[in-house]
């Protein structure tokens, strides 16, 4: 059983199934770089009402879209069932009964059409999503900021995953959706402290978390505390903040963190790029000031279109290749690990 894997010289499509959060999304990548079908089902709309993911509702919801969702990535692809040759899939990190639902859907489509199944790290599919719209060069750094990850990782060759610095405490997603709340601002809250960050003209001042001098880790709690402090105090003084100066001056903080860490850190191990990856990359000033900082410093800055930032199947189509073109297959019994490493699902 699956173990016949055609790596012949046609192309390889690789079915890959993402439902490690709030999305239910099926992709039909074609030799890791090209998307031939990519249905993403978001369920924002049902988790806003609580301002937040909730685990079990996400699940339940997973269930409900998944055999339609890949219904119409197949029929979207053109690609018959029988032309595949694999089922990739997200093993971690995630939310434990999210990530179930698309394993269990997984396995099965491996099962019932012989093909192998790939075991896919979501970070790297962060990252890899990249390798569907650019040419990576290695070694690369990538910037990763997402809803649950902040971290600094050198991939000096594919699939190859060193982390250098992570977060402490909140990944800066979080810590978006933490002030975005305390703000008043719909979940996800990224998208509009953004906005608002754009159009403010002033900018109420924070801290920045440096952490010791040589650091590559990040902390964004204390900065979401120092948010709801000012906040707190300026309402107890009956003279509340505007909502666009606080957003401001959030993401200053934020964008001048992350970007002074890792310009330090490619200049440090001599990366050839500067790969962005994650929610947060859809985030305007980053990418704003990252462009400006990587342009001063001749460094190429490589990011996904926005569509390719927030959580899909297409980035994990691209990462499975990476374990295809190796022949490193999971077998059947494969199980969804929630706080996977990053650096263990590197290939061998
Ligand atoms: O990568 P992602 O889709 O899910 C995880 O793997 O965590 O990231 C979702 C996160 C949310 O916290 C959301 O608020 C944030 O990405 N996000 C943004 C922006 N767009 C999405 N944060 C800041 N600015 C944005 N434009
Ligand atoms: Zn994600």
């Known amino acids: 059983m699956n173990n016949r894997p055609d790596r012949s010289n046609r192309s390889c499509y690789i079915l890959a199934v993402e439902t490690s959060c709030d999305e239910t999304s099926v992709a039909v990548i074609e030799n890791g770089t ?7 089902s978001s369920q924002i709309e049902t988790h806003k009402q609580f301002g937040g993911v909730v685990p079990e509702v996400a699940s339940r919801q997973h269930v409900e879209s998944i055999t339609l969702i890949i219904e ?5 692809s053109g690609i018959a069932p029988a032309e595949l040759s694999a089922i990739a899939v997200t093993q971690g990190p995630g939310l434990v009964g999210a990530l179930l639902v698309g394993m269990v859907a997984a396995k099965a489509l491996a099962c019932a059409l012989n093909l192998p199944l790939i075991a896919v790290h979501h970070i790297a599919g962060h990252i890899y999503a990249n390798a569907l719209v650019h040419e990576l060069a290695y070694p690369f750094m990538s910037l990763v ?3 649950g990850h902040t971290e600094l990782v050198l991939v000096d060759a594919p699939g190859r995953f060193r982390v250098i610095g992570s ?3 909140d990944a800066v997603g979080e810590a978006y959706d933490k ?3 305390a703000l008043g601002l719909p979940y996800p809250g990224g998208p509009h402290v953004d906005r608002l960050a754009r159009e403010a003209d002033a900018a109420v001042p924070l801290p920045r978390a440096w952490l010791e001098p040589d650091s590559y880790d990040f902390s964004f709690s204390g900065l979401k505390s120092a948010v709801l402090a000012a906040l707190n105090q300026a309402r107890m003084k ?5 909502a666009d100066h ?3 001056g959030f993401q200053e903080s934020v964008i001048d963190v992350l970007t002074e860490k890792a310009l330090r850190a490619v200049a440090a191990c001599g990366a050839k790029q500067l790969v ?3 929610g947060v990359a859809a985030n305007a000033g980053l990418r704003h000031r990252l462009a400006e900082r990587c342009q001063a410093a001749g460094v190429p800055l490589l990011a996904p279109p926005l569509g390719l930032c927030t959580d899909n199947a297409a980035m994990i189509g691209a990462a499975a290749f990476l374990k295809w073109e190796r022949g490193q297959f999971a077998s059947l019994d494969l199980k969804a690990e929630p706080l996977l490493s990053l650096e263990d699902w590197s290939v061998q």
């Open 246 to 248: 606080v957003a401001r």
């Open 238 to 242: 009956g003279e509340p903040l505007a």
């Open 179 to 181: 002030v975005a709340r």
């Open 72 to 76: 119409q990535a197949l029929k979207e």
């Open 145 to 147: 900021v997402s809803g």
């Open 34 to 40: 090209i998307i031939v079908s990519n249905v993403v």
């Open 276 to 278: 962005l990856a994650g």
């Open 167 to 169: 977060t402490r405490d």
